[in-house]
């Protein structure tokens, strides 16, 4: 008998790839989803016996058939460039031509400053703190609930984004009114982890490789979420039991509770307090490049979007209507 390893199946090898690369899981399960229904659209043809034409007509698909997001296409595209070039060595160098997804004319939902106080005012403890974080710091609500207790700069008054949208690191402004709040939290969080570590086998999980690099870094209180789950659950990637950060429904159903409590007549999930967050800086007279910067935006084209929406109409116009 044959001691020879089976080589592993190419969904295996992509997820061995991405995890020595450091991406998230979030990342892993979209690509290896797109990859796999790149695979079947094909009906089931080996990606290293197809080429350009046929990613072409995959995304084409996606755009004519199915109707996706810009951004959902482009997702399906960069995780077929990851195929080729990280994980057949094969990289697609040639321009490819398709249909492009239609991008839709949105202009982003955003509360006023008394709406977002009502919506607050109808929540109560960790989510409250959160959505506080959202709307006072601009963050996204994945970024908010992957803090680490070393992100928090109460000195300076900074929030550290570690790994933001695009890979980036960032600095944004810690509101002075949440100083003594997340003090007081991470307090009775102390408590949660002095408790874990009396089990030798648990702790968090730790982003890229570094629980390989620093063993018993998933053990010190620097790495502890700042917002962690109520228990400890199964590690998906290395099977081991971890405390892992909240997730992500308990804000969006706490948002969507409140803004019903609140009486606001708009959708608001807990992206709108961000969409808020940049307005309200832009109509108090900051400079958009500054907030670009607080919001991680790679193009100050996507920051403009929220001239649109300022409360004295687009571009802050004044109508000839008025007197």
Known sequence: MSTARRKPKLLDRVRQVLRRKGYSYRTEQAYVQWIRRYILFHNKQHPKD???????????????????????????????????????????????????????????????????????????????LVAQLL???????????????????????????????????RVTVLPQSLVAPLQAHLE???????????????????????GRKYPQAHREWLWYYVFPAERPSRDPRSGQTRRHHLHPRVVQRAVRRAARLADIPKRVTPHTLRHSFATHLLEDGYDIRTVQELLGHKDVKTTMIYTHVLANGPFAVHSPLDP
Do not use: C
């Open 50 to 128: 197809l080429g350009p034409e046929h990613i072409e007509a995959f995304l084409t698909h996606l755009a004519v058939e199915h109707h996706v997001a810009p951004s959902t296409q482009n997702q399906a595209l960069q995780a077929l460039l990851f195929l080729y070039r990280e994980v057949l060595q094969s990289p697609i160098t040639e321009r490819l031509n398709f249909a492009y997804a239609k991008r839709p004319q949105r202009l982003p939902t955003v509360l006023t400053r008394a709406e977002v106080r009502r919506l607050l005012a109808a929540m109560r403890g960790v989510p409250r």
């Open 135 to 169: 709307y006072g710091s601009g963050l996204r609500l994945s970024e908010a609930l992957r803090l680490r207790v070393q992100d928090l700069d109460f000195a300076r008054r900074q929030v550290w984004v570690r790994d933001g949208k695009g890979r980036k690191d």
């Open 188 to 210: 009775h969080v102390q408590v949660v982890y002095t408790r874990d570590m009396e089990d030798p086998h648990l702790g968090v999980s730790l982003p890229w490789a570094l």
